[in-house]
């Protein structure tokens, strides 16, 4: 792991692994994205002189995985130096609560930064008879893998909705999996939270395979004010190939660590990925790079921020107590 990056250390070589998701979601994207921002390997071009901005000395890369869940074991265990994560599943982690409840609370997480919203696409095959979630009883849907931040998602979501995983016939599969099955005629419906467009939804909405159920009204507003990191949304028109605009909900993605990962680093990250030079790498590396801004930085984020991310916070009048 990763423990310091200074001035006094340009010269040498660090790496620092950024766990993502699968290949056909957003965080995979989004974390090499992160990853271009912040790498400033030695020999780079100075940011003064049009070069990198980014942590001298540092090389990031972002790693596939099976989602938060996954993500934020790997970080407590220190098979990744920082990760991508859901925001509920964050809250989860660090209380002790939710899918953590026989668990010990992950006291040793910590935030950078709060990224962007991920929407909850409820996809279904055209043909598969599926107009609303009640529908889904009895038919073939994947909820994700486990480790995945959707899986748990799914539960909570069929749960609002008085469904269970026992209602229907609940299959565990990636979404590249799930893509293959739809297309196949295999699969009925997967859910995937994901800020649009996700790849393997544009797959499938190039065909004209799928549409996207959904997810509003009376209970899904009762379900919102019972879990605050939840909120109303929508998937616009046009996201998708011939997909009109659908309303659902939204999470968001948070940027984490653990606590034992120097605050020298964290701080290092932190203005390497607010530095105003790297703001064109965000705003054309990727549709969701567009929403991740410094003013909402902290929107969400109700675990502790990391030393170094806060020390940078105060240091830019962010946070001012």
């Known amino acids: 792991m990763v423990l310091y990056l200074g001035s006094a250390v340009a010269q040498n070589v660090y790496f620092l692994r950024i766990g993502t998701g699968s290949t056909a979601g957003t965080y995979y994207p989004i974390g090499t994205l992160l990853a271009s921002v912040i790498s400033n390997p030695p020999g780079s071009r100075s940011c003064e002189d049009g070069g990198s901005c980014g942590v001298p000395g540092l090389i990031a890369t972002a790693q596939t995985t099976h989602g938060s869940v996954d993500n934020i074991y790997g970080v407590t265990r220190g098979y990744f130096d920082t990760a991508l994560a859901q925001s509920d599943t964050v809250v989860a982690a660090y209380n002790g609560t939710g899918i953590y409840d026989d668990k010990e609370p992950i006291t040793s997480l910590r935030v950078i930064a709060n990224l962007y919203p991920e929407d909850v696409h409820l996809v279904v095959r055209r043909d598969a008879g599926i107009k609303n979630i009640r529908d889904l009883k009895g038919k073939k849907v994947s909820i994700d893998v486990p480790g995945s931040g959707t899986r748990e998602n799914a539960k909570e979501i069929l749960k609002a909705y008085g469904l269970s995983v026992k209602d229907i016939d609940a299959i565990s599969a990636s979404p590249d999996k799930s893509v293959t099955l739809i297309k196949a005629d295999k699969l009925d419906a997967f859910f995937l939270v994901a800020g649009y467009p996700v790849t393997a939804v544009s797959e499938l909405a190039d065909v004209g395979k799928i ?71 965000l705003d054309r590396g990727h549709a969701k790079g567009l929403l991740i801004h410094l003013d909402t ?8 921020l990391h030393p170094g991310a806060e020390r940078y916070y105060k240091e830019i009048g962010i946070i001012t107590d």
Do not use: C, M
Not at 221 to 240: D, L, R
Not at 297 to 304: D, E, H, I, Q, R
């Open 297 to 304: 930085a902290l929107k969400g984020v109700s675990t502790p």
């Open 211 to 281: 549409e996207l159920i959904p997810i509003s009204g009376k209970i899904a507003e009762k379900f919102v004010a019972g879990h605050g990191y939840y909120s109303v949304s929508q998937i616009p028109a046009g996201t998708y190939r011939d997909l009109d605009t659908v309303p659902t909900l939204a999470v968001s993605t948070q940027w984490i660590v653990s606590e034992n990962v120097s605050e020298e680093l964290v701080y290092e990250i932190s203005r390497a990925l607010w530095h105003p030079k790297n703001r064109h790498l």
